[in-house]
Every structure is written in C-alpha cells, then in structure tokens.
C-alpha cells in the first residue's frame, strides 16, 4: 500500500480556473485519472495498427475517407500507415478535456532534451541570433578555441583549467546528436523500434535500453512524437533514471522536475504504479512538465510549485530522490550557442548555494536505504564534486560506483585549491568527446 505524502502547503498547478475548488492533489490528479481512460485507448489502438495486416479492414476505412485505394507498394502502405496514426492522434488530442487542451496550447514546444532552463525572451533572442549562428568556415581546433575566447572570454579561461584538450572544444563546437526515448507505457520497445526503423536510422544508446539517437530532428511529423510513445531526450540525460533502482509502488521525488524528460522516464520504470512528486519552482515550466505528462500517460505523478529546499521538512519519506538541479548548462553548448553567450563565472557561486540547499533537502526526504541521483548537465568541479562533497560532509551520505557502459572523464578530487573527498571519484563525469553527448554529471548516493 503506497501512502502518498501530503503537502498541505503546496501550491499544487492546476488550470487557474480550478484552483477554487482544489482539494490539495485530488482535482488534477483527478483530471489525469479522466485522461488515462483514453490513453489506455489509445495504447491498444497503437497495438493494434502494429499488429495489423495492412490489407485489413482499418486501412480500407483509411482510403475509403481518402476516396481512392492506395494499395500497392510498401511505401503507400506506409503512407497509409501515417495518416492513419495522425488521424487518430488528431482525433484523440479534440477529444481531450479543456483542461488537457489548454496545457497543452499554452505550450510551444512538447517536450525537451534534458530540460535546460526556460526559453529567452525575445529581445535575448534577437541577440542571440548573432551568437547561435557564430560559425567558422575553417574547422581547425585553433579556429574552434579562437571562436569560444571571442564569444565568451572568461568561459575560455576556466574552461581550459577543466579541459584543454582540442577535442574538448571541438566536440563542443559539434551540434548535438538527436536521441529520443521509447515511452513504454505507452506501446512495446520492439513495436515501435521496428515501426521507426522503417523511417529512421536508430543506434541504441548503449546505457539506456529504451534509448535511441536518431538521424532526424523534425519531430513533429512523426505521430509517435505526437501521440507520447517516444520523447526526444538527451542521450546523456537518460542516466539518472537508470541509476536510481525504480520499482512500482514507490513513492519517488522529483525535486526540479520540469519539463519533465526524466520524470515520465521514472514513471516509465516504475509502469505507472506508486507517487512521484514532481516538483518546479515555476509556473512556466510546470505547464510544459504537466503537457508532457498527459502527452505521455502519466497516471502517477501530483505537481507541486515549490523551492525544491521546502522537501527537507518532509524526512525519510521517499524511496528514491532525482536532484536534477538548475546549472551554468554548459553541456548544453552543442545545442545552442547562447548557452556559451550568457555564461558568467558570478553565477557559479549563486548557482552551487542553490544546488547545495537542493542536494541537502532532497538527502533529508530522503529514506534510509534509498538511492538519491543527483546531476546536471554542466562540467564545473564547483557545481558538480564541490555540491557532493558538501553532502558527505554534512551527511553520513554514500556515494555508489555506476556501473554503466559510459566512457568517462575522472572527477575532480582538487579544484582552484579546495580539495574533494576521495570517494567522488566514484561519480560520472562527462565530457562531450567521451561519448559525443553534451557534457554530464551524476553521483549516486545512498542513504545508510
Ligand atoms: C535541469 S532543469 C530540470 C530538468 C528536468 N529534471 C528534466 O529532466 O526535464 C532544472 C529545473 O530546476 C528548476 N528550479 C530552479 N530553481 C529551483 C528551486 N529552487 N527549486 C526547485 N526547482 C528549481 C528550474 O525551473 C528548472 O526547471
């Protein structure tokens, strides 16, 4: 039997219009409960058309809407095949209560890689048209160093302290490989990779079963983006999850959880059985975490708003802990240049206070024997070692070995004078040449 924390002083994000006669968690959990009716709809239905002989009955209503037969060669078929799949996507998404609807209007975009903080306003767009467009016509690493000293200085500086290598800079400089993530709640692995197969190139992600790169990056035209059985997810963002020893029936907490790539991966290892809280300090964010949610049938999850360090009240009260914390986001260099442009050496310090309250309280939620992940998609020692030596110090925090067929940078154990406990060279450092992923890092802790 899983009890579910109550908090009753969070502000729980539901559409404005309900908020009135929220019951704490219950009124959206509720409208989640009504959506799920659908999706499990929708999830025999998308069995349905795998196992379907194209020459069935369901296609033949497909052309018969179309007016013409379509038979023939396998590239009508899966022709045919999509537009049935979109049909019934478009059906599904009019089908779907106001409250769904507008979540998902209010959003631009569905989904997002590791999640990366909010989108810029548009005058910081304007300006960073000039930064994300900055190319260089000569690929040699002198060029490539020459090109992130002149965006940004300081960053060239630090970053040569933590890695100097040209590879370093030339990966860096390399857009990002696409990957996405079979939402298995939704269909099965093997049905949707050969379904995709047909379209796509896939290599698997070697430490992430159900993760794929893909040689595509218009997702919107592929109706299993659409209809949430795969989400486009960083290669190295898959991490966390994996590691965190997820079964159903319990109760995990999400700590900064939008927009929500590795909170439906959590509800994915844990076939929708059991609690996730999943938490972010803003509202913004939150429309965009809870679209994903309903995109991807996630029954199990209640959204809080809150500063992630108000968890540290609620001791021992979780079976397993992400402190996927707000970082500088240089791992997500190779998406976007403007990641490199308004980096600045002040915000680390502000930064690492924050990740130091999060990792703390997520550690106090946390029950005994239970695993807390913490990462960031970012390469400084002070964000990354700095915050987890700050645990084991303050803590009787263990940090575990990951076992993990990832190609790896050795942690820092010594950084601008301050040095690390030995154990943190039990955490993963990556680098972007390591395995050609934005630059990562995670620690596993388990509380004895
Ligand atoms: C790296 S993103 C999280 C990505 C997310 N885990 C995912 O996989 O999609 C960091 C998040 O932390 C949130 N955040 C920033 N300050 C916070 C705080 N004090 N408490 C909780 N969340 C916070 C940001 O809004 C942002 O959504």
Known sequence: MVTEPKFRNAKFCIPKKNRHDCQGAEVFRWSVRAYAEKEVEIRREYNNIMATDWESPVVSTADMRHGKNKG???????????????????????DTSAGSRSASQRVSSGSSGNGGEERLTEAEAAADATSANATTADNSPEKIRELFREVNTKFYERYTRID????????????????????????????????????????????CEEGFFINTESFGSIPEHRLGVIFTQESASMIPPVLMELSPKMN???????????????????????????????????????????????????????????????????DAVLVDVPCSNVGMIRKNFKYLKYWRASEIKRLSKLQKGLILAGYKALKEGGVLVYSTCTLDPVENEGVV???????????????????????????????????LRKCLRIHPQDNDTEGFFVAKIRKP
């Open 72 to 94: 023939g060669s396998s590239y009508k078929r899966r022709e045919r095949r999509e537009e049935w799949l979109m049909h019934r996507m478009m059906h599904r998404i009019s």
């Open 164 to 207: 100097n290598s040209d590879d370093f800079f030339m990966s860096m400089y390399k857009p990002i490989r696409s990957s996405i993530r079979v939402n298995t709640l939704k269909a099965d692995l093997e049905d949707v990779v050969a379904r995709l197969r047909e379209d796509f190139h896939l290599e698997s992600v070697p430490w």
């Open 252 to 318: 995990v907490l999400d700590i900064a959880a939008a927009p929500g790539a590795k909170t439906t991966q959590i509800a994915q290892y844990m076939c929708n059985d059991g609690c996730i809280i999943a938490n972010d300090v803003k509202m913004k964010r939150l429309n965009i975490l809870i679209s994903n949610l309903q995109r991807c049938g996630v029954l199990i999850a209640h959204v809080t708003m809150k500063d992630g360090r108000f968890f540290g009240k609620f001791e021992e009260r979780f």
């Open 389 to 423: 030596d700050f645990l084991i110090r303050e803590t009787e925090a263990e940090i575990e070995n990951i076992k993990l067929p990832v190609n790896r940078h050795p942690p820092f154990l010594e950084f601008d004078g301050v040095s690390f406990n030995e154990d």
